[in-house]
């Protein structure tokens, strides 16, 4: 029989700690259209080529960063759950966004999935907080989830063939949209089903973006129903490209023999079975598949230049062997954001599990017939009619009521659901997940008007008060409460009583919507009251700085410094790190110095302000000393995928290579 049962996972790990107090006001960089080959543009399938860069994000909003992680690991239980039968154990992470740890193959003893060590946060997820291993489901828009480290709703539900399965299910709050995850092991089957959906509750069309990343070690081959593919690397250029050589006779199917990083979204022919499988030298390894709705398979490598190497390294502990990622999406590429209509969902079926080809021909020469090998031996373990039946048997169970929760994720989904009425068969938001960092709204929803925390203040646990009473104080200081920034909760705003709190939120929500000098008139109408003033100038600072005012920003970011200081500290080292970082910009050292020295030492030890140290000595014309950070030695827990800033200071510092250790940079040098 299949049991789905509790468990835990001891691992080193570095606590993820707490969220980026700020409202993720910044404009996101390089989420416009790709650069496209104009002699390969002609090619472009007409979908593919309405949808590249349709839709970007703006912000991150209403979503926090998640950057609060360092990198002193020590010995950590993970709740899991596992499902199992006689020939797999499959070990899921409800916590971290659901992630499956593992994929062990019974028989032969097999782990079919690269398994991290270590769980070591990275800043590679839209919002911060991301780590590297097994299988993660990846929704929202193009990147990891911000879901990647956060807790999802788990409960048992009853499966297909009248065995349990898993469903996981939250509310995605980028797209504000509802999905699931249903996992499930029949109890004669060497393969991991895996049903998905994606609903859209409301009454206008939504872009949507999933795509499912598999971690496989490195050493193998990967392959996939495809003679050409697109290639989209860290200079952000799209060509198309053969498959499997590329045109310096590379085979690119072998995630070693790629110097860069980069990806490759196979162009599967419409018809074809969609699939992908990474086989190692003996012909084993693990096969993906599924339903023909999730249409997209793409391989992504880190290559065996410098860079690659060192966010390997970056990612785990030292010794581990390397990995790449073979995925699967509802897009040909990454770069689209197909669109559910009012009202509509998208659904399909994947399978996971393990595959066994002739080695001879998976590593031969002739890639058709390579590809054909793995295809035969793919109808043979799991045919492509069985996939298809299974999808429909678990329709006919998707709606169905989950159990108990075996872990609970956010109360977002139950505060939309309250707000909007929506009826979700199969994943329910009940009111009684709604928590501290919704009760304001839900108050907002009763009454038509925000609680009064002082100037927009987080409230205190427990803070929205009962008819009749006064509102507790908030400590000076203390950051604003999250904004949902949906059309609902911005009409709500926009008629509430116009004190400084619902300017603020006001502001943030019509910031999210594109609207930045609406935004800007709400929170300087809300600035003329403020009893603490530091929120509104914080959101006008940055206004200033995305319209490229660097002097009156600069300003701003120092008076809403000056304001906050003295109050909660985790807001005044996220002010704080701004704050340098735009004085710097503007050229204003002195002020840069006055505000780093005021934070508290624990603080200014962290890399991040190491490196803006080592930036401030550079401008005050010390660079013997900024040398010398460097020296010392320092890390940038949250520096991001592709950064270059090491790079760039070190060059300002030293006419010498970069030192191994900040040897971050994705593209090659000089491009």
Same mark, same amino acid.
């Given at each position: ?548 005012? #660097?002097? =009156?920003? !600069?300003? &701003? $970011?120092? +008076? /809403? ?5 003295? *109050?909660? %500290? ?33 603080? #200014?030890? =962290?890399? !991040?302000? &190491? $490196?803006? +140290? /080592? ?5 005050? *014309?010390? %660079? ?48």
């Amino acid at each position: 029989m299949t049991t789905v049962r509790r468990a835990v996972l001891t691992l080193p790990a570095a606590p993820l700690g707490p969220d980026n107090p700020l409202p993720a006001l910044h404009r996101l960089d390089g989420a416009g259209t790709p650069a496209v080959d104009e002699r390969d543009r002609a090619a472009l399938p007409r979908d593919m080529a309405r949808g590249l860069g349709h839709a970007p994000l703006r912000t991150l909003l209403p979503t926090r960063m998640r950057d609060g992680y360092g990198r002193d690991r020590t010995p950590t239980t993970l709740d899991t759950v596992e499902i199992e039968n006689e020939y797999l154990r499959v070990t899921v992470l409800p916590g971290l966004g659901g992630r499956i740890h593992s994929l062990h193959h019974k028989p032969t003893g097999r782990e079919l999935l690269y398994r991290n060590p270590v769980l070591q946060p990275a800043a590679f997820a839209l919002n911060g907080a991301w780590f590297s291993g097994g299988i993660e489901w990846n929704i929202g828009a193009r990147g990891h989830t911000t879901l990647s480290c956060a807790p999802l709703h788990a409960a048992v539900v009853a499966a297909p063939d009248g065995g349990e399965m898993l469903r996981l299910w939250e509310w995605e709050r980028l797209r504000d949209l509802p999905f699931q995850v249903d996992l499930w092991l029949p109890a004669d089957a060497a393969h991991l089903r895996v049903g998905v959906r994606i609903r859209n509750p409301h009454e206008r069309a939504v872009p949507c973006y999933w795509w499912s990343n598999t971690a496989v070690p490195e050493d193998r081959r990967v392959l996939a129903p495809a003679d050409t593919a697109w290639h989209f690397g860290y200079t952000r250029a799209l060509r198309r490209v053969p498959v499997p050589c590329s045109e310096d006779g590379t085979d690119r199917t072998y995630p070693l023999r790629s110097t860069h990083a980069g990806d490759w979204f196979y162009a599967l022919p419409d018809g074809r079975r969609r699939w992908i499988a990474a086989l190692d030298e003996n012909g084993e390894g693990l096969v993906q598949t599924s339903t023909d709705g999730l249409l997209g398979r793409k391989l992504f490598v880190w290559g065996t230049g410098p860079g690659g190497r060192r966010w390997q390294e970056w990612l785990t502990e030292p010794g581990t062997p390397g990995y790449a990622e073979i995925q699967a999406g509802l897009a040909r590429t990454q770069l689209e954001h197909p669109v559910i209509e009012a009202g509509e969902e998208v659904s399909w079926l994947e399978v996971y599990g393990p595959l066994s080809a002739d080695p001879a021909t998976v590593h031969g020469a002739d890639w058709a017939a390579a590809r054909a090998g793995v295809e035969t031996a793919l109808a043979e373990a799991l045919p492509r009619a069985e996939v298809d039946t299974a999808y429909e048997r678990w329709r006919t169970a998707a709606d169905t009521e989950p159990g108990p929760l075996l872990a609970a994720g956010s109360g977002w989904g139950a505060l939309e659901v309250l707000c909007g009425g929506y009826e979700l068969p199969g994943t329910p938001f009940p009111d009684s997940l709604i928590g501290e960092e919704q009760r304001p709204w839900a108050h907002l929803l009763r009454t038509g008007a925000l609680p009064a925390p002082e100037s927009g203040a987080a409230p205190v646990p427990g803070a929205v008060p009962p008819p009749g009473t006064a509102p507790e104080p908030a400590p000076h200081g203390r950051a604003p409460w999250p904004t949902p920034v949906s059309d609902a909760w911005r009409d709500m705003l926009e008629t509430a009583p116009a004190d400084p709190v619902t300017e603020y939120h006001l502001g943030v929500a019509q910031r999210a919507a594109g609207d930045l000098a609406q935004a800007v008139r709400s929170w300087e109408r809300g600035l003329k009251n403020a009893a603490e003033r530091w929120p509104l100038l914080y959101c006008l600072a940055v206004a200033d700085r995305e319209d490229g005012h #660097r002097e =009156r920003a !600069a300003d &701003r $970011y120092a +008076e /809403a410094f000056e304001a906050q200081y003295g *109050g909660d %500290p985790l807001v005044t080292a996220a002010l704080g790190r701004e704050t340098v970082t735009v004085l710097l910009g503007a050229n204003r050292p002195a002020e840069a110095r006055g505000v780093l020295s005021r934070l508290p030492e624990e603080v #200014r030890a =962290r890399g !991040a302000f &190491r $490196y803006l +140290e /080592a930036r401030l000595l550079l401008a005050e *014309g010390r %660079p013997a000393e900024a040398r010398a950070v460097f020296d010392a030695g320092f890390e940038v827990a949250d520096l991001r995928e592709g950064a270059e800033e090491l790079g760039e200071l070190w060059s300002r510092i030293a006419d010498e290579p970069l030192p191994a250790a900040y040897e971050f940079r994705m593209r090659p040098v000089g491009e």
